[in-house]
């Protein structure tokens, strides 16, 4: 991306303050269908609606939310009433086809893909009230499939995308992808995915953490590890039978895909002080760090590794990647999250987790960006972790310039957001 946002604090907050004016001009208090929340049992799922719902409190404080949700158990609705009390979360049928009818905008949070596209074709079918896309990518093949999506069922989301008030890419790929497919949306362009503007915190839960492990701040860096497709039939809640072609895929690439975080976590530990927490994004991947990358260790580097056993909540975890030095890893969303915080954050990517992983070029993080499929890629991770944990104050920075550009970006699509609204 070319453009660049070098906006200041202030002009954010009068900007915010001229849309809202703009909307109150018009007497408006506007009702947004915010269609989110696609699972619980991944903290990058959790964020994208906080994320989203921190933009729209922030830009239109006067707007009132209704959340139409996939999965809030595990105590996220909680989280989300506590953090958004004037939320209303649409918890039946009845209260969907209330929101339809008495809407404004339908909303599709950020995503893996048009996730909801069912439900934006009953918006469609419904009213004749706008629609818009808000941070997703548009992948050939799902992060979640072994097949390519085909030429029908494509078409199909070009034609919602089409016809949407605006469509924000949070990766340029999609954005190319989308045009070369013929998508004519009046406004499609990059849009950070909302999970950057994600401030949920339980801070003491993890200053507990720290202090029970041994954690100083800033005296630690967060790694994750991943499979490359998430073992769901691992997971007891989601109930699905195991997937042969993507189990042979992960023992085919497991110690290929781990063996630079290890010899990462071996550079930091045996030529710095500082401490590795081994922690998860989602309730896969506990068991994941222990069997390649932990239980891997030298007995030397594994006494300064720190092995976190269980699943977190998003609020936890960000409490505590902002008490580290940084994050590396094979995940996107923990990334994501330090980034809005301005804590350093490099990403490991690969081919089957889609383009997202290209959103780091996108706000300028090219140099932070690793492909496990490139072996010349892979060679350079365990430097650039450990100039992460040495060189702090240009680590600091270079993530505080990223975080500002999305800012920026987060900015502009309000701004277009707010447009579709007063029309």
Not at 198 to 202: I, M, S
């Given at each position: 991306m070319k453009r660049r946002h070098f906006l200041s604090a202030g002009l954010f907050g009068t900007l915010a303050a001229t849309m809202q004016r703009c909307l109150a001009d018009a007497g408006s208090n506007p009702q947004i269908l915010l269609r989110s929340s696609w699972q619980t049992v991944n903290i990058g799922d959790i964020a994208h609606t906080p994320g989203l719902l921190h933009i729209l409190e922030q830009y239109l404080p006067s707007a009132q939310v209704h959340l139409w949700p996939s999965k809030i158990d595990n105590g996220v609705d909680q989280l989300l009433m506590s953090r958004f009390p004037k939320l209303n979360i649409l918890r039946n049928e009845s209260d969907r086809k209330a929101a339809i009818q008495s809407c404004d905008l339908f909303l599709h949070g950020s995503g893996a893909s048009l996730v909801a596209e069912k439900d934006i074709a009953r918006w469609r079918d419904a009213t004749d009230k706008p629609y818009g896309v808000?941070?997703?990518?548009?992948?050939?093949?799902?992060?979640?499939?072994?097949?390519?999506?085909s030429d029908e069922a494509m078409a199909q989301t070009i034609e919602h995308l089409t016809n949407a008030d605006f469509v924000f890419f949070r990766d340029s790929v999609s954005l190319g992808l989308a045009k070369s497919l013929g998508c004519q949306c009046r406004v499609m362009q990059f849009g950070p995915d909302a999970a950057f503007a994600?401030?949920?915190?339980?801070d003491a839960a993890a200053d507990v953490f720290l202090r029970s492990h041994d954690l100083t701040p800033k005296q630690f860096l967060c790694c994750i590890p991943r499979l490359r497709y998430t073992p769901y039939w691992t997971i007891p809640s989601k109930k699905r039978p195991m997937d042969p072609v993507k189990h042979q895929r992960n023992e085919q690439m497991r110690e290929h895909d781990h063996r630079p975080l290890r010899d990462a976590i071996t550079r930091v530990v045996r030529e710095t002080e500082m401490k590795i927490l081994l922690c998860p994004e989602d309730q896969t991947q506990m068991a994941v760090g222990k069997q390649n990358v932990y239980d891997k260790l030298d007995d030397d580097v594994r006494k300064r590794v720190v092995w976190k056993p269980d699943y977190w909540l998003t609020g936890e975890a960000v409490s505590v990647y902002t008490r580290s030095a940084g994050l590396f890893g094979n995940e996107m969303h923990s990334p994501i999250m330090c980034i809005g915080h301005g804590i350093p954050a490099i990403v490991c990517r690969f081919a089957e987790q889609t383009s997202k992983g290209m959103m780091w070029r996108d706000i300028g993080l090219q140099d932070w960006l690793f492909d496990l499929d490139d072996e010349q890629d892979v060679a350079r991770i365990p430097d650039t972790v450990l100039q992460m944990a040495t060189d702090q104050d240009a680590a600091k920075h270079k993530a505080a310039e990223a975080s500002k550009r999305v800012r920026g970006y987060q900015a502009d699509t309000m701004q277009i957001l707010s447009r579709s609204l007063q029309a």
């Open positions: 808000y941070g997703i990518t548009l992948p050939r093949k799902k992060s979640s499939s072994t097949t390519a999506t994600c401030d949920l915190r339980d």
